[in-house]
């Protein structure tokens, strides 16, 4: 019953840090995600993409 409880709150206790972003993640995806609005209200699919791959670096540096 202990290993049971233990195993039990270590799971959960990882899946809190892992669902944790840093500020300054969210900021920059807050950013991008305005310049993709503009961009949309524009019309102009060529920002877009620059935005989305902006978006999609910050991703790759930070999957969480």
Known sequence: ???????????????????????????VEDQTEKTEDIQDDADNPGPEEAAEEREDSVDAADPN
């Open 1 to 27: 019953m202990k290993k049971t409880f233990l195993m039990v709150a270590m799971a959960a206790g990882m899946m809190t840090f892992a669902s944790c972003d840093s500020a300054k993640e969210n900021q």
